[in-house]
């Protein structure tokens, strides 16, 4: 099975989740005009603009062997943890936060998508953690609606920044659909006033092969192998929108507010990210201003091969040049 069908199954799934149930919570909310009240709904939190003003929740990490564990949305999630194969308080570079593409639930294990980078960076000084993700490994059930399973994601990750704490310098890297987690959770870090105002020190974010492109048609594009031609779905996100405003989730919208440091790396062999789609974002970057490098890899497929080994070690040095 293609990896590209592999990605299509999660955003089914998330089509899945746009229809919500119809639940709503007793508070209410303003429209950004305010001058039109309405019941607030059950993931209006976790639109970019309320994350930003939620910021991070921090939580004790526990540690048992090569796996750890933190809290977020009162959901305990697992990982895998690798430390320098050294003394590493004597030698220690940063830490490094991963988060891993799409991988089927059938077949998942802790580590799957992330172990062999976090095993080059910790090979090379860093102590990384890459989160299973709720429903994944270890973790906590995930949210029963799989929109709300897709939207918490971020939230997971900006819980697990602001756990790990301390005064070293952290990196982020994301891959495929981890490559749009991250890219969401920068947007939110430049905004926030937690992350402003805290010790914390996440000084840049490695985008491989990411998702960048806005929903609904980063969902819609992964659906030409779908029996109906995603017919099905795209009644669930004309259900989604009369409730949701789906530019609040749009990882294109929020690029303004990205103030850290951004590398991109993209294979033009890659069947399951279009090249062209980091071509537009790192464009989009640079004219707004932002720092960016960008890679491209004549002939290498999604996961970068052939040459892995250069895609990781330009990581580790711009790590190095924070």
């Known amino acids: 099975m293609r990896l590209k069908f592999s990605l299509l199954a999660l955003f089914v799934l998330v089509g899945f989740g746009l229809w ?9 909310i303003l429209s950004p005009q305010g001058d039109k009240a309405r019941q607030e709904l059950p993931y209006d939190k976790y639109s970019f603009e309320r994350l930003a003003q ?35 308080a004597q030698g220690l570079r940063g830490v490094v936060v991963m988060a891993r593409g799409y991988v089927e639930k059938e077949i998942y294990k802790t580590g799957m998508g992330t172990h062999s980078a976090a095993r080059y960076f910790s090979e090379h000084g860093y102590i990384t953690y890459a989160p299973d993700f709720s429903g994944y490994g270890e973790s906590s059930p995930e949210d029963e609606n799989a929109l709300g399973a897709r939207l918490v994601k971020p939230v997971e990750i900006l819980d697990l920044i602001a756990s ?53 048609y980063n969902i819609l594009f992964y659906t030409d192998e779908a029996s109906d031609s995603g017919k099905w779905l ?15 989730y749009s990882v294109d919208r ?38 960016v490098n960008y890679f491209v890899y004549p002939g290498t497929d999604h996961n970068f091969k052939p040459g892995w080994d250069r895609v990781v070690g330009r990581d580790v040095e711009w790590f190095q040049s924070l």
């Open 20 to 28: 919500w149930g119809g639940s709503h919570s007793g508070s209410v």
């Open 54 to 88: 939620r910021g991070g929740v921090a939580s004790k990490i526990e540690v048992s062997g090569s796996k750890f564990y933190y809290w977020s949305e009162g959901r305990r999630i697992s990982g895998e943890i690798n430390y320098p194969p050294f003394d590493y």
């Open 164 to 216: 790990i704490g301390g005064d070293q310098p952290i990196y982020l890297w994301g891959h495929s659909n981890g490559g749009q987690i991250m890219l969401s959770v920068v947007e939110i870090i430049g905004k926030s006033n937690y992350f402003k105002g805290s010790s914390l020190k996440v000084r840049g974010v490695t985008l491989w092969a990411p998702v960048s492109k806005p929903f609904p």
């Open 234 to 248: 795209r009644a669930k996100i004309s259900e989604f929108e009369r409730d949701y405003d789906v530019f609040e």
């Open 254 to 291: 929020y690029l303004d507010w990205i103030e850290l440091p951004v590398q991109i790396h993209q294979g033009t062999g890659d069947e399951s990210v279009p090249s062209k789609w980091s071509d537009e974002l790192a464009k989009s970057l640079r004219d707004k201003g932002k720092e």
